[in-house]
């Protein structure tokens, strides 16, 4: 795979407001169907070895699959901007939709399949939330601390 030809610098505004623009950055756009989301985790694997995180790659993928499917599935994007940084000893992912309405826990019912990315994005992440983006919707964010010296999620 060419992961040079999929990346390319971020350059949107909400990136400065998250403190990104310093760090080592990537953006990629994603696709809302299987493949992309397949493409999408091989480029974040690709990345984090580089960056040599490699150990915290389960947790970051988990973060960045629940943030994008959510942007599929209740922001009905069916493409839009995965963006990952290193911002001091965290990874913080960001992902754009076209809504304007604030993400949401919820509290599933008992039996429910659905409904626990949010949650699981809380317990992975050390902060998350979100940041409007002008004329264009939102990005949904996480930062995910990792030990830069072994690469571990802490």
């Not at 080592?24 to 984090?48: H, I, K, M, P, W």
Request: aromatic share 6%.
């Amino acid at each position: 795979m060419d992961v040079a030809g999929v990346l390319s610098r971020g350059q949107h505004d909400w990136v400065d407001g998250l403190g990104l623009a310093a760090g080592g950055l990537v953006s990629l756009r994603y696709d809302g169907d299987a493949d992309g989301l397949t493409r999408t985790r091989r480029v974040l694997e690709e990345v984090l070895g580089r960056w040599e995180i490699r150990s915290a790659f389960d947790d970051v993928a988990l973060v960045v699959t629940e943030l994008v499917a959510n942007a599929i599935q209740h922001a009905l994007a069916d493409r839009g901007w995965l963006t990952v940084g290193m911002r001091g000893t965290g990874v913080i992912c960001a992902v754009t939709d076209p809504s304007t309405i604030p993400p949401v826990v919820r509290s599933p019912l008992p039996g429910e399949e659905s409904g626990y990315g949010l949650r699981i994005v809380e317990q992975l992440s050390e902060s998350w939330g979100h940041s409007l983006v002008a004329d264009s919707g939102k990005a949904v964010w996480a930062r995910i601390p990792v030990d830069v010296k072994c690469g571990n999620t802490r």
